[in-house]
Each structure stands twice: as structure tokens, then as C-alpha cells.
């Protein structure tokens, strides 16, 4: 609705008679009854305000900041300046700027910050996650074309979520407590086809042992999903076109007609246009299907969005019972560096893969499959106290004598020979055991060291030490080979 506030009687009636010529609902009103049409704000489409001198101009168009503002005359083109006045509407009144300026009050009613979100929520969006531009408007293209019963063809990539797609036209549509029934054309052998679509009696082929009902009767009263349809057979697509013209089909090897009350959506991620140049799909069924097209992004085009879609699956995850895991920062920008050819999918199944490596555990970058690395990594290596380190090394050393070791077996490689039977016993006037271990260490290293050159990298594989831990042993005991 266009509110017309105008002391001006004869330019108010006028601008009314010109709207409603371009069937654009209006109405006069008055400073003492405008108040009872302006709620709620986003059932005015503009206000439209010229003179008067009973109200403060400035202060009437900020007190009312939801509502888009078009003023009538040159006298009050200062108040341009003011957020919501969208327009200046000068007299005699042109089609072209007048259409124009509603259009621009229009944008400005539904772009409003925070209303996106509120009737995101009104509507039920099912499983559609995200943020981004792109996103933001196929939501608005699905809430549009919900609210009808057109046809709708959905392009995009593998694994982009088509079907998400298409149950939400379904969820918000007037269908939407009527069935939703998928059917996958690339997955039917082209000779099960059109039994799978319209159902056969008994007897109508071999193997028909009683009658059948197809895709098409289950998903009377609601929408019917044919997903990858450029795999269709051509034959096929000559019945399709003759339901889609006629709204009846017939069981195979029946002959009683059948009401099709059905909203057809499809999906492909082929270029059907190519198609039909190649002769491969029927471009008169092509136009009966495009009536409506969303083209479904990539999740490289909306890659903003993966840190939402990584809650979204967590959360699934947890409610099928599943376990959870996090993502550092660092291992976030790494997903997001990421061209994803298998789209929102391979993100699923990658989630899945870290759930089962890292349950209940927070994943870096490093963590992830070497393919999903794009940052440069500075993976965290802990460093360890001195004792855990010595204590470690000496229950190898202890530990090694023991377990599946014979006496017809070689000698264990431990720098001691099994004859002599000091090793490891207490002698009766005591040690300095951290003088011993000490030696024992110097020992070992400088053997370590001798063996491989002083190369410090291969001692320190040998010994299982990491090599600035061994450097640090090295600088200690004073063991370079100078």
C-alpha cells in the first residue's frame, strides 16, 4: 500500500489517479488518520509526502525510519538528505521515474537490516545454511517462487545441495503437508523409467505381478523432485513434456487416465543447453521446466560460509549420535583456501573423517588430509622436562632385555653385552645415580654421534630424540666434535 499525505487536494488526487491507472493500491490520508495505516511498517511500500502544516517534516520522516519516504515538490529537497527519503517526486508526474522510485522503495522495505533474518526464521528454511551474498538470494528466489505452483529448474555443480533446495520450495510452498517424492533419473535404467514414473497395472510386462503405483501418484498434492534430469532418456522425455502439457498420464498397460496434481521440480548439474544442440534433451522441454531457474553456487563462490556449514554437520553429527570435534582458527582459513570440487559433500565427508581421528578434540591445520593445507604450518612440537626424557630412555634401555627375548636369541643392540651381569645391579657401596645417568647419557650420545659423523639429524634418529633436543645435550656435555 502507497500512502498519499498531501494538503495539496488537487496534485494529491491526481497522484493517486496516476497510481492507481499503473495498479499500484494507494491511499489518502490525513496528519490527524495517517497513524493507523503505518502499522505494521512493512505493509507500506512508500510514503508519499508533500505539503502540510500541521506536522514537522524533518521530524515526521525520522520518527518513522522504517518506512521508505518519497517527498512531492522542490520545496522539500533538502530533506533528501534524510536515510529513508528514497525520492523527490515532481509535478506533471512521469511513468518512468515515478515506477522507478516504488521499485527503490521496495528494495529499501525488504533489504532492511534485521528483516532478512526475521523472515528467514518465519519461513522454515530446512538445512540451508549461510550467510554470504549468494546465499542470501537463493533464499529470496525460493521464498518467491514457493508461493507458487511453477516449475522449477535447478542447475549447479555435484554435491552443491540441490535437493536442499527443492525440499525447501517444497516446505514453504502451499504443497508443503502434501509428499515430497525424489526420483533420480541418472540412477533407473531407461527401460524401468516410466514404470518407476507412472505405475503399471498387472500383467503389463513380464514380471508385473500385480499393479503398481508410480512417483507421480505418491507425490499427488505435493512435489515431485526428478533429480539429474539431463540423464533422461529421450523417449522419455517425450512422455515428460506430454504430462507436463496435458497434467494426465496413464499406468503402463493401462488406459484410465490419471490427474496429475503434482509440482515438478528438477535438478541437473549438465549444460542443457549444450545438450540440445547435441541433439541429447528436447528443447521444448527444456522451456517447460525453466519456467523458474536457481542456479545452486559452488562452495568455492561461498566459501565465507564453511564455518557455519562445520557447526550445521557438527551439530547433525551430535544428534545421530555421533561424536564432535573443533576447528582451530588456522585450520579454518586452510578449509577456506580449499577450491572444494566436490562442493558441500566432500566438506561433509571431510567432517566425517575428523570426527573419527579426533572425537571430542580440537583439529589444526596440521591435523587435516595433506590435500586441505594451504597455510603455512607451524605445527606445535612440545618440548618435555629433562626427566620425563631421561626416564623414558631408560625404560627403553631397561625394557628391551625383556618381553619376547630368549636365550637363542642374538644379543639385543643396547651397547651391553647379556654375560655381563653388573649391568643394571646395585653395587653394595652405593652410586651417584644422577652422575651415572649422566655418563650413561654422555656415553651413548658420543657413541651415537661417532657412528654417524657427528651428522646430528642421524643420531638423533637413532637415538629417538628430536634434534634440537639432542643440539641442547650436545652443548650441555660439551660433546661437539671439535
Not at 72 to 84: Q, R, S, V, Y
Not at 154 to 180: M, Q, W, Y
Request: net charge negative; glycine share 6%; proline share 4%.
Amino acid at each position: 500500500m502507497i500512502l498519499i499525505l498531501d494538503e495539496n487536494q488537487q496534485r494529491a488526487h491526481g497522484l493517486s489517479a496516476s497510481l492507481t491507472f499503473i495498479n499500484e493500491s494507494n491511499k489518502l490520508v490525513t496528519s490527524e488518520n495517517y497513524s493507523q495505516f503505518v502499522q505494521p511498517t512493512d505493509c507500506v511500500t512508500a510514503f508519499i509526502l508533500g505539503a502540510s502544516m500541521s506536522i514537522d517534516h524533518e521530524s515526521f520522516i525520522k520518527e518513522n525510519p522504517a518506512i521508505p519516504f518519497l517527498l512531492i515538490g522542490e520545496t522539500l529537497k533538502p530533506l533528501l538528505a534524510i536515510a529513508n527519503v528514497v525520492g523527490l517526486i515532481c509535478e506533471p508526474f512521469n511513468y518512468a521515474v515515478t515506477t522507478q522510485l516504488i521499485h527503490d522503495c521496495q528494495e529499501y522495505q525488504r533489504l532492511i537490516p534485521g528483516k532478512a533474518r526475521q523472515d528467514e526464521d518465519n519461513r522454515r528454511f530446512d538445512g540451508f545454511v549461510g550467510e554470504t551474498q549468494v546465499v542470501q538470494q537463493i533464499r529470496f528466489l525460493i521464498s518467491q517462487v514457493a508461493k507458487t505452483d511453477a516449475n522449477v529448474l535447478i542447475l549447479g555443480e555435484s554435491g552443491t545441495g540441490k535437493e536442499v533446495v527443492a525440499r525447501n520450495v517444497h516446505l514453504l510452498s502451499n504443497r508443503a503437508d502434501g509428499p515430497f517424492v525424489p526420483v533420480n533419473c541418472g540412477a533407473i535404467p531407461g527401460e524401468l523409467l516410466e514404470s518407476e514414473l507412472f505405475g503399471h497395472e498387472k500383467g503389463a510386462f513380464t514380471g508385473a505381478i500385480s499393479a503398481r503405483k508410480g512417483r507421480f501418484e505418491l507425490a499427488q498434492g505435493g512435489t515431485l523432485f526428478l533429480d539429474e534430469i539431463g540423464d533422461m532418456p529421450l523417449q522419455m522425455q517425450v512422455k515428460l513434456l506430454r504430462v507436463l502439457q496435458e497434467r494426465t498420464y496413464e499406468r503402463v498397460g493401462g488406459t484410465k487416465p490419471i490427474n496429475a496434481d503434482v509440482r515438478i521440480i528438477a535438478a541437473t548439474h549438465r549444460n542443457l543447453e549444450e545438450m540440445i544442440e547435441a541433439g541429447r534433451f528436447r528443447e521444448d522441454l527444456y522451456y517447460r521446466l525453466n519456467v523458474f531457474p536457481i542456479e545452486n553456487p559452488s562452495l568455492r563462490d561461498r566459501k565465507d560460509d564453511i564455518p557455519l556449514l562445520l557447526k550445521e554437520m557438527m551439530k547433525r553429527n551430535i544428534a545421530q549420535g555421533g561424536a564432535s570435534a573443533k576447528f582451530t582458527e588456522r585450520a579454518m582459513l586452510s578449509l577456506q583456501e580449499h577450491d572444494w570440487p566436490g562442493n558441500v559433500r566432500e566438506l561433509a565427508n571431510l567432517v566425517e573423517r575428523m570426527v573419527i581421528m579426533f572425537p571430542e578434540k580440537v583439529v589444526d591445520a596440521a591435523d587435516l588430509p595433506k590435500k586441505y593445507q594451504h597455510v603455512d604450518l607451524d605445527a606445535y612440537i612440545p618440548e618435555y622436562p629433562e626427566e620425563i626424557l631421561e626416564r623414558q630412555a631408560l625404560n627403553d634401555i631397561f625394557s628391551a632385555g625383556f618381553g619376547d627375548y630368549s636365550s637363542d636369541d642374538d644379543e639385543l643392540d643396547t651397547g651391553f653385552s647379556s654375560t655381563d651381569s653388573t649391568f643394571g645391579l646395585l653395587p653394595d657401596e652405593g652410586i651417584d645415580l644422577k652422575e651415572y645417568l649422566a655418563d650413561l647419557e654422555i656415553n651413548l650420545i658420543s657413541q651415537a654421534l661417532e657412528r654417524y659423523d657427528y651428522v646430528v639429524a642421524r643420531a638423533a634418529e637413532v637415538l629417538g630424540v628430536r634434534r634440537t633436543t639432542l643440539v641442547e645435550k650436545m652443548k650441555k656435555y660439551n660433546l661437539n666434535k671439535d
